[in-house]
């Protein structure tokens, strides 16, 4: 009895995904734990393993297909005593089967065939959606899920160059209606009048990728929806400049393949202060509750040419430096990769975002929300300090710290960064 | 048990009121209509219904005067008494239809006049009874009355409006008739054929003023032929009545007096507001006309107005649909979307040769800059008119060049009435020149003219 294979659930979050390549074809034998795919969610590029074993007989989603919903039937392996025509009838009777259960991310859901059912229909045991119909599958079944769209709004939509993906029909049955691209249309000559007033530049229009639309729609829902307060500082670092400086050179004495950066201080620094401010460590549900935690996981920003991660290092403030420094180390080049796996970047209560590689003074970062803050960290400066009467020349790192009020109020935040410049300028303490 | 006596009330039963009332008591609504005279109001009794009736005779009499084509022969004798009772009997039939329905539908009829006290509270008199009813929601499908101008006022008792013009007591011999509308024209086809003299007069500068430019030549240029005279960019300014009636026509700053046996006025018609106690709510009126807004909603939260009363096109289908959407709003609100409201009208006259369209006209599209394409097709040029011997007129239809949008569809000739549909549900569907292209049309018939008049637009046409 030949066995589905469905897009997975890899997030919470993800209702969709893009097949990024199939890494098996038609034909090929399939053992437990091979990777069969990569699918392309709305946080990352993520590897599907098999978990059954048999012979990859159809691929109904070929690569590059997009906006493949969860548990649809993306492909089906076949066993040994299987026909074609079973696995053309099992095609043909797969209804669409939608788990309630999404947090399974653990590979590629299967579903094996009743072997004792005799009727056409499949019943895994998982709810069934009946959400389609039989000829529905038959028609979707190789392109992508059919969106209804009148002739007019179609062609409209193609001289426009228009994405009808995320578009909601207000025809019958949800059918997409000229109507519901006037917007569009009005958006894009808006940009077509700009291009006029700078002549000879050429525009580009770019289709977001669906790590670029979440990174889209989660900062405008933070900044548009979370009430942001900023504070602002300046530290001397001086010491730590030097602390550094002498544990990387003993690093190298002793031949040890470690460098700890700026960055690890601030996350441990950070990390003992929300320690120290519990209040702080803290998510909004937007039910009347807030969340407190015990340990403290924090999200650091990472760029990467396909937009910004943020994986977390968790319970930072128990990890030692060289602890911190190797799994930022490897978390930055999973995200580099694409390969962050959703138990990498779920959680974590607070951020931390450090543009002083770029020569930035300062600046203040979004919230990364449910999350209680984000501190923003500049680079390490050479600056004037006054200190007892005198003029000093130091080294000062500038940072701003962005919290939502609804959690904690502005004397609150002042107290963790009262620890924050403690812990920098006292670099020993945070052995403590 | 509910505070009202009513889910709704309507006032009037027109297509308008009727239509809704059965939507709504369809969704299991306890409905009441208000009918101060016939059921079915003035399209049904005095309107679009009998009026077809008698164009039918006309229509029946000019094939029987062509008989000889045909290779008929025989007499043409016609009885006008016998065309109006005919007419009558079509409307009466008709018009018991709707009680049945009524009926069938559980729909209380009312018969008086309805006066709204307060937004809930109605007032229904008639000639023996006086009761007041308690309603939630209420209709305004009270319809239009023809306009009355200053220069007819002390005439209008007997000067023809179309009711009148219904029922003639004897055969003009000279008829005017001022305004080229739907109704102007479709008389003076009617009594044309009888063989009265007909004269009419249009202050604009083509007749059937709302129709394309090339439709008015061309029914203008057929209407001549058989005799009617038509005087354009006339303002009536006078009517006396002696022995005959004197009628004065300002044309080119000159006045020409022309003589008449009858006159029948049709300039328009103006809502029926009056006594309604629209003075007791919220409800806005602007020139005669109960002020609308999405989904026929008025001023008054509960109260609609749907129809003649509520403005342009005066209609009977388009009072029949916005009846229906209003009746979803109101109580079918999870289905109901703003597409519903946002439907073209189709326009018909029953001339001779007919007339219909939807859309916009070419100079309309001119106007707004659009960037279109025409296709023309004579019906001379299809097999099925040749046939049928009536050859005159073409199909008109006028596309965005760029998306392909059907923006306006105009037709002149035999039978296009029941050939505009294919546009109206064309455009509903959002069709494209390609969707039209790609049809296949049954041969022969006059609908091969739309394909043609189509492809002739993406220079495609095969017999032109």
Redesign the interface.
């Given at each position: 009895m030949p066995i589905a294979l469905l897009m997975p659930a890899l997030s919470p979050t993800m209702t969709e995904g893009n097949i990024a390549k199939w890494l098996k074809s038609e034909g090929d034998n399939i053992v437990s734990g091979d990777v069969i795919a990569e699918v392309e969610t709305d946080k990352a590029t993520m590897e599907v393993e098999a978990v059954d074993e048999g012979k990859l007989a159809s691929i109904l989603y070929p690569e590059g297909s997009e906006n493949v919903s969860v548990n649809e039937l993306i492909g089906v392996i076949s066993l040994e005593e299987d026909s074609d025509d079973d696995i053309k009838n099992f095609i043909k009777n797969y209804k669409s089967i939608s788990s309630s259960d999404t947090s399974d991310a653990k590979g590629i859901d299967t579903i094996k065939a009743d072997n004792n059912s005799t009727e056409d229909t499949i019943k895994p045991s998982q709810n069934i959606m009946e959400e389609h119909n039989t000829t529905d599958i038959d028609n979707n079944i190789s392109k992508n899920k059919r969106k209804l769209i009148s002739p007019l709004a179609r062609r409209i939509a193609d001289l426009e160059n228009i994405d009808i993906s995320n578009i909601n029909g207000s025809g019958p049955k949800g059918r997409i209606v000229k109507k519901d691209l006037e917007n569009k249309i009005n958006n894009v000559e808006k940009a077509n009048s700009k291009e006029k007033f700078s002549l000879n530049n050429e525009v580009t229009i770019l289709k977001l990728s669906n790590i670029r639309k979440t990174i889209a729609s989660r900062l405008q829902e933070a900044k548009s929806t979370v009430p942001h307060f900023y504070l602002k500082g300046k530290v001397v670092v001086n010491s730590l400049f030097n602390e550094r400086k002498n544990i990387n050179s003993f690093y190298q004495d002793e031949n040890i393949n470690l460098k700890i950066s700026f960055n690890d201080f601030f996350i441990k620094a950070i990390a003992l202060s929300l320690k120290n401010v519990p209040e702080m460590n803290a998510i909004w549900n937007g039910d009347g509750t807030i969340s407190k935690f015990k340990e403290v996981d924090i999200s650091i920003a990472v760029a990467t040419e396909e937009g910004l991660f943020t994986p977390i290092i968790k319970s930072a403030c128990k990890k030692s430096l060289s602890v911190i420094s190797m799994e930022m180390k490897a978390l930055a080049t999973k995200a580099k990769e694409g390969k962050l796996l959703p138990e990498d970047y779920n959680g974590g209560s607070f951020s931390l975002s450090n543009l002083g590689m770029y020569d930035i003074n300062e600046f203040s970062a979004i919230i990364n929300p449910p999350q209680s803050g984000i501190i923003a960290l500049g680079s390490i400066i050479e600056d004037v300090i006054v200190e007892n009467k005198e003029i000093k020349l130091c080294k000062t790192v500038s940072y701003t710290l962005s919290v939502d009020h609804r959690i904690v109020d502005g004397a609150t935040a002042s107290k963790l960064l009262k620890y924050f410049n403690f812990y920098i300028t006292n670099p020993t303490a945070m052995i403590l | 048990m509910s505070k009202f006596d009513y889910d709704i009330t309507i006032i009037g039963s027109g297509p308008g009121g009727y239509v809704a009332a059965i939507r709504a008591a369809q969704l299991n609504k306890n409905v009441l209509v208000v009918e101060k005279s016939e059921l079915g109001g003035i399209c049904l009794n005095w309107g679009c219904i009998p009026t077809k009736a008698l164009l039918r005779s006309s229509e029946i009499l000019t094939h029987a005067k062509n008989g000889k084509l045909y290779g008929l022969e025989g007499n043409n004798n016609f009885s006008l008494e016998e065309m109006v009772k005919r007419s009558r009997k079509v409307s009466n039939k008709l018009s018991s239809g709707i009680e049945f329905l009524f009926k069938k539908n559980s729909i209380t009829l009312k018969k008086g006049t309805a006066y709204i006290k307060e937004k809930h509270l109605i007032e229904i008199t008639n000639d023996n009874n006086n009761e007041q009813i308690k309603t939630d929601k209420i209709i305004i499908a009270t319809g239009a009355s023809p306009r009355v101008l200053p220069f007819f006022k002390n005439l209008k008792n007997d000067v023809w409006d179309y009711k009148k013009a219904l029922l003639p007591d004897s055969l003009p011999n000279k008829l005017g008739i001022v305004g080229s509308g739907a109704i102007g024209l479709e008389f003076a086809s009617f009594f044309n054929s009888l063989g009265t003299k007909v004269e009419v007069f249009e202050l604009q500068d083509k007749i059937a003023p709302n129709e394309d430019h090339d439709i008015s030549k061309e029914l203008e240029k057929n209407m001549s032929n058989k005799g009617i005279i038509f005087h354009k960019k006339t303002d009536v300014v006078k009517l006396v009545k002696n022995k005959e009636y004197e009628l004065t026509g300002l044309n080119n700053s000159e006045n020409k007096t022309f003589l008449f046996d009858r006159v029948l006025v049709a300039v328009g018609v103006v809502g029926n507001i009056e006594n309604l106690g629209i003075e007791n709510t919220k409800i806005k009126v602007k020139n005669n006309q109960i002020i609308t807004h999405d989904y026929n909603k008025t001023d008054e939260p509960n109260i609609f107005a749907i129809g003649d009363v509520a403005g342009l096109p005066w209609l009977a289908h388009k009072a029949s649909h916005e009846g229906i959407v209003c009746v979803e709003y109101m109580f079918d609100n999870k289905k109901i979307?703003?597409?519903h409201n946002?439907t073209l009208i189709p326009s018909c006259i029953y001339t001779n040769p007919q007339v219909a369209s939807i859309g916009i006209t070419e100079n309309k599209a001119k106007a707004l800059k659009k960037n279109i394409r025409i296709g023309v097709f004579p019906l001379s040029a299809n097999g099925k008119a040749l046939a049928l011997g009536e050859p005159e007129g073409f199909i008109k239809t006028i596309f965005d060049n760029?998306?392909?949008?059907i923006l306006g569809a105009h037709m002149i000739g035999a039978e296009v009435t029941e050939l505009i549909n294919t546009f109206s549900l064309a455009i509903k569907?959002?069709?494209?020149e390609?969707?039209i292209i790609n049809t296949v049309f049954p041969h022969p018939t006059l609908s091969e003219s739309i394909h043609e008049s189509v492809l002739n637009a993406f220079d495609k046409a095969i017999h032109i």
């Open positions: - | 979307k703003k597409y946002n760029e998306t392909g949008e569907l959002e069709a494209t390609e969707d």
